[in-house]
């Protein structure tokens, strides 16, 4: 037969506290123990406190000792804390200026949120002086939770480990394994009498240390670089930014998400792009981009943990450098209409015109080299032009040689392509 404990607990204004202990016998002759000084018991179970020196301000923690008629003993822990009336229902984004405080007292209650379990001893009773007992079956312990980076108080109970022998004789428990006498986080428990007998088989206990998000967001990198075409359409895919959070990423702590926070320069829109909060790549967001105007854009985003939440999550930045790609969307543009010179007589490869142009595209890339062709005007082929790699100027050169018999003019129309 078990007791059971259950403790709702609530502080009133003539400090008495609420908690329920049930027997399974109706209660009957149950005398309760409080390890505190400060806290008694009444006979129907509830909590109070003793004088005035009994304070609230940080959650308290006893054990709790209930024996009943047989020699029946149980125990418990009892942690009591203060809980926040509901506050009155304000805006979304309004701030009050008792929130820091209710949050800190949030935090020192996370500690206290349920009385740590009572672990019983499953083996099969060594104690032979009352002669045999009945084997009684094995089971699983379940694993002991405990948060990470803790702030107490120390020591802070996890579970309670008891033998029901107790009753007959005095024993006493201790832990061995990973965690206590080796690197942590398994433990084995013992329980044996005042001569160092074993009474009761080991049990092991497994303690999981629940993840805090006490990790920003990392990026690998403090500056990418990515690039995209002028003239892209919405939509169209430029880079990828990632961020490692060292928190256990299938909670909340370490779900990272992504924001643009700036853009530079804000031209034509200050929106240019967008990213995906989940997955990090940035796309364009609308058109506009021209290479010739904004070559490059300056784009700080933000990676937040606990889902993107700014109020919880952490946050880190990195920079994304855009680099808007030249494409051919300006042809070149001759700076007159006529250009002339002289030819002279019976010789060849012999520069007698520069035709000079301008392209808007980017200097000494396919898209800014011209390409010159004669159009009209020199049947016999004795004329060639060359685009000069260095100046992107036409050279109208001799290839044939000309005689004077020919024509003493001659005029040439020709084109300029890139």
Request: charged share 20%; with cysteine; aromatic share 6%.
């Amino acid at each position: 037969m078990e007791a059971l404990f259950s403790a709702a607990v609530k502080m009133w204004e003539e400090r008495q506290y609420d908690m329920k202990f049930d027997d399974c016998m109706g209660n009957e002759a149950v005398v309760f123990q409080s390890s505190d000084p400060v806290f008694s018991v009444r006979t129907d179970g509830s909590i109070f406190a003793k004088g005035e020196g009994a304070s609230l301000d940080e959650p308290v923690q006893f054990k709790l000792k209930a024996s009943g008629p047989h020699t029946h003993v149980w125990e418990t822990v009892v942690q009591l804390a203060l809980i926040e009336p509901p506050s009155p229902q304000k805006n979304e984004n309004e701030v009050t200026k008792e929130e820091g405080t209710i949050a800190e007292r949030k935090e020192r209650k996370e500690a206290f949120q349920a009385p740590p379990p009572i672990i019983m001893f499953s083996g099969s009773g060594l104690n032979s002086s009352k002669g045999l007992r009945r084997q009684k079956r094995d089971w699983v312990i379940p694993p002991i939770n405990v948060a990470e980076n803790s702030r107490g108080p120390f020591p802070q109970m996890l579970v309670s480990i008891r033998s029901d022998q107790d009753q007959d004789i005095s024993i006493r428990y201790s832990i061995t394994g990973v965690g206590a006498d080796q690197p942590p986080n398994e433990l084995r428990a013992h329980a044996v009498d005042m001569n160092g007998n074993q009474v009761e088989n080991p049990i092991d206990l497994y303690i999981f240390v629940i993840d805090m998000n006490d990790n920003r967001p990392e990026f690998k990198n403090q500056v990418y670089n990515g690039s995209v075409d002028e003239g892209s359409k919405p939509g169209t895919y430029v880079m990828h930014l990632s961020a490692f959070d060292a928190d256990d990423n299938t909670t909340a702590n370490g779900m990272v998400r992504y924001r643009i926070l700036s853009q530079t320069p804000h031209s034509p829109i200050p929106n240019m792009f967008t990213i995906n909060s989940e997955t990090g790549d940035i796309v364009t967001v609308a058109p506009g981009l021209d290479r010739e105007k904004v070559s490059q854009y300056t784009i700080i985003v933000q990676a937040t943990d606990m889902e993107g939440n700014l109020n919880f999550g952490l946050s880190n930045t990195a920079t994304a450098i855009i680099t808007v790609t030249d494409i051919n969307d300006n042809p070149p543009m001759l700076t007159s209409r006529t250009f002339s010179g002289e030819v002279p007589e019976n010789r060849v490869d012999v520069v007698v015109a520069n035709l000079t142009v301008i392209d808007a595209d980017q200097p000494h890339s396919p898209n800014w080299n011209a390409i010159y062709r004669i159009i009209s005007g020199d049947p016999s082929g004795h004329f060639t032009i060359r685009t000069d790699p260095v100046t992107n100027d036409g050279m109208v050169t001799v290839v044939k040689v000309i005689q004077s018999q020919v024509a003493a003019v001659v005029r040439l129309s020709g084109c300029a392509t890139s």
